[in-house]
């Protein structure tokens, strides 16, 4: 086959290429590729929300929004208020979200003690001065104003609304304000000291005041009587007082133990007995009336004549446990030095 041959071939090829392709596209049309570009959200996508029956979850959990936490309670919306040495912290347990307070939104100090949230909702924070916030504004008292000493280290609210204050100074004593008129209570009332670290509101009424040196207050309205080591109570030094629905009152002190009083007879619980520490920094008592206790070696928890603690190794944020408060859930929450809060739900 010569040169011009092989060309007319060649053309002849191509032609039947391009006809078999015509008639394949005309009977199978080309997929036409088409692309979209991803939705972009208009607004913040919001997680998914929390049930309580997540909450209910029993186990331990932290929270680190607050690390330094002092003293503890719960609004009438369930929020977790905690007061420290970083002042107030409020916690939203289901959706962890918080909101801080300092001296920067009001608070007199933001070194915190105390705390309390009285009968009409309003929270009351007692450091370097009393600090009251009603959800918008934040109005402060100090000795100029009627309050006994300015370093207020315990904090009660009774159902009538009137608001008790322990003051931690030498100079100091019990404050009691109404809304609007402060009265002073001190030794010469009756009251057993001038350094009170902690008050208990009873079921019947009566307070309980915990004092540094001097033993134990009860003031019913009308008469004080003070209880010491020559009574029965563990040290006169008592850190943290609580009392139970059968009016069973507990008081931890300091290296010696906790001691329950049930209105005649005192008895004291050691760590010979399975409390953690001698030394006993917050009591609440739960739902189902078991007493808890904090101290600087963790938890130890006393129901039916049976003692269980609890530490870091079961799942305690730190063993250091300042504070104690006890949910409407039923959940227990622990205060502590240094490294926030945790929660925890016994398993049924």
């Not at 002092?70 to 962890?96: C, Y």
């Not at 100090?109 to 009285?118: D, F, Q």
């Not at 929270?123 to 109005?139: H, I, K, P």
């Not at 104690?324 to 929660?343: C, K, L, M, Y």
């Amino acid at each position: 086959m010569n040169h011009r041959q092989i060309q007319v071939t060649l053309v002849i090829l191509l032609m039947l290429a391009l006809l078999v392709t015509a008639c394949v596209s005309a009977e199978t049309p080309i997929a036409t590729l088409q692309t979209t570009s991803p939705t972009i959200p208009t607004h913040t996508p919001v997680p998914p929300t929390l049930t309580p029956e997540t909450l209910l979850q029993p186990g331990w959990t932290s929270y680190t929004a607050a690390k330094y936490v002092r003293d503890m309670t719960f609004d009438h919306e369930g929020n977790l208020w905690t007061a420290g040495l970083r002042g107030v912290v409020k916690l939203n347990p289901i959706d962890n979200t918080y909101v801080q307070y300092t001296t920067d939104d009001g608070l007199a100090s933001s070194y915190l003690e105390s705390i309390a949230v009285a009968s009409d909702g309003v929270l009351w924070f007692g450091g370097f001065g009393v600090s009251r916030f009603d959800g918008q504004t934040w109005t402060n008292y100090t000795e100029d104003d009627g309050l006994v000493d300015n370093r207020v280290a315990s904090i009660a609210a009774t159902l009538d609304g009137i608001l008790w204050f322990g003051t931690n100074e030498h100079d100091g004593g019990v404050s009691q304000f109404d809304g609007e008129t402060w009265t002073t209570y001190s030794m010469d009332d009756g009251q057993a000291g001038k350094l009170v670290l902690d008050i208990a509101v009873a079921p019947d009424g009566a307070l309980w005041f915990g004092t540094r040196h001097s033993g134990i207050s009860r003031f019913d309205g009308v008469t004080w009587t003070t209880y010491t080591k020559d009574d029965g109570l563990a040290n006169n030094w008592t850190i943290a007082v609580a009392v139970a629905a059968d009016g069973v009152l507990w008081a931890g002190t300091l290296e010696q133990g906790v001691s329950r009083f049930d209105g005649s007879n005192w008895i004291t619980y050691t760590v010979e007995d399975g409390l953690a520490n001698n030394t006993v920094q917050a009591i609440a008592v739960d739902l189902e009336g078991g007493v808890w206790f904090g101290t600087p070696n963790g938890v130890s928890y006393f129901k039916d004549e049976t003692w269980t603690t609890y530490t870091e190794d079961d799942g305690l944020v730190k063993n250091d446990v300042q504070s104690i408060v006890v949910a409407p859930d039923g959940a227990v929450w622990f205060g502590t030095e240094g490294r926030g809060v945790s929660r925890f739900l016994p398993p049924d």
